[in-house]
């Protein structure tokens, strides 16, 4: 079974900064693209930034410039560096992962997410 666990997420006030991380645990073949999408209150989950196995990101723009994603293969952690915060970055953060469960073939490739971190940023 596989799992992928949030933590770093809390309460930072705007100008500040936060890391978070995500573990992917379980019977892993392979992680393919990783990526972490936020939801803020009444608003649609979005997509804040992406990376793939080879260390290629893409970013939202309201985030470009503030924020970095960076995966440890070795370890099946994902990583966002967050900084300059602001109000509107509130949100619960998700982290995704598009993988190969162990005992299927590489072309057998599925959609895993976290259970979510807080957020919020207020002074």
């Known amino acids: 079974q596989v799992q992928l666990v949030e933590s770093g997420g809390g309460l930072v006030q705007p100008g500040g900064s936060l890391r978070l991380s995500c573990a992917a645990s379980g019977s892993i073949f392979s992680i393919d693209t990783m990526g972490w999408y936020r939801q803020a209150p009444g608003k649609q989950r979005e997509l804040v930034a992406t990376?793939?196995?080879?260390?290629?990101?893409d970013y939202a723009d309201s985030v470009k410039g503030r924020f970095t994603i960076s995966r440890d293969n070795a370890k099946n952690t994902m990583y966002l560096q967050m900084n300059s915060l602001r109000p509107e970055d509130t949100a619960v953060y998700y982290c995704?992962?598009?993988?190969?469960?162990?005992?299927?073939?590489?072309?057998?490739?599925?959609?895993?997410w976290g259970q979510g971190t807080q957020v919020t940023v207020s002074s």
């Open positions: 990376i793939n196995s080879g260390g290629k990101s």
């Open positions: 995704e992962a598009i993988l190969t469960p162990m005992g299927w073939g590489s072309q057998y490739k599925y959609q895993y």
